[in-house]
């Protein structure tokens, strides 16, 4: 069982990494096709820039060992940002095709962050009730 979570993890986490590191990269550049898209769904275009310089950071917060609270705040970000996505692409009546993509990485998110390993989990404090 161990072997497997591991397994799911790291696939979730490269190809969570893998998409996050692209779209941010194409969101920085800035290209037409980006910019035209981000219009539609209604936002001003400096959005791309805005998420795409914390795409990057994430996937290398999510990489690093250690880290556990940076690397809930990624999980985080990224659970908005793709979650954010497929709820703007419904909301202008885009076809369900374009919001899979996004759809795709939030279930990536949400599989990594499930299955990662307690060395990259945030610590529990755990609270003993004491009988008086």
């Known amino acids: 069982m161990k ?4 397994i ?4 979730a986490t490269l190809w969570l ?3 996050m590191l692209s ?17 539609r769904l209604g936002y001003p275009p400096y959005v791309l820039v805005l ?3 914390w795409k ?5 917060a999510v990489l690093l060992p250690r880290l556990p609270l940076l690397k809930e705040w990624a999980y985080a970000g ?3 940002v793709m979650s954010g996505a497929v709820f703007s692409h419904i909301a202008v009546c885009d076809p369900f095709t374009e919001s899979l993509p996004p759809l795709l990485l939030l279930l990536l998110t949400v599989l990594s962050w ?3 390993p307690a060395t990259r989990r945030t610590h529990r404090i755990a609270i003993r009730e004491t009988n008086v």
């Open 114 to 116: 499930y299955f990662r």
């Open 3 to 6: 072997k497997r979570t591991i």
């Open 17 to 19: 990494c893998l998409g």
């Open 56 to 60: 990057i950071p994430g996937v290398i």
């Open 78 to 80: 990224f659970f908005f």
């Open 51 to 53: 998420i795409g310089s």
């Open 23 to 39: 779209t941010g990269i194409v969101q920085l550049l800035g290209t037409a096709e980006e910019t035209e898209m981000i219009r």
């Open 8 to 11: 799911i993890y790291w696939i």
